[in-house]
């Protein structure tokens, strides 16, 4: 799988297009975000996730996305299931941005 940049226009169709989401919001000017990203690739591209999407969503230009998964810091980490948010969390630690992912299951 690869790590797809969303913004608030395709944001809803990605999230109905796939039965798991995990989505990044970041911002440009947070240092955590920016140490965070190569991380969140590397789990993009890692086979035991292949039946999740992995999108990164800029929280300050796309404020719809930011509001539907409950952006309150950042980085911020949500989980969708058929479209529907299913965790969110603000985190920058890897192990619980797996188990969130596992959660999907």
Known sequence: MSLIKSTDADFQT???????V??????DWCGTCRLFAPKFKRMAEDPQFAGVKFLD??????????KLAGVDNLPFFATFRNGHLAEGKATAKEEKIVEMIQNLA
């Open 14 to 20: 990605l999230l109905s297009e796939h039965d798991k």
């Open 22 to 27: 995990v989505v990044k919001f970041y911002a």
């Open 57 to 66: 969503v800029n929280a300050e230009e796309n404020q719809d996305a930011r």
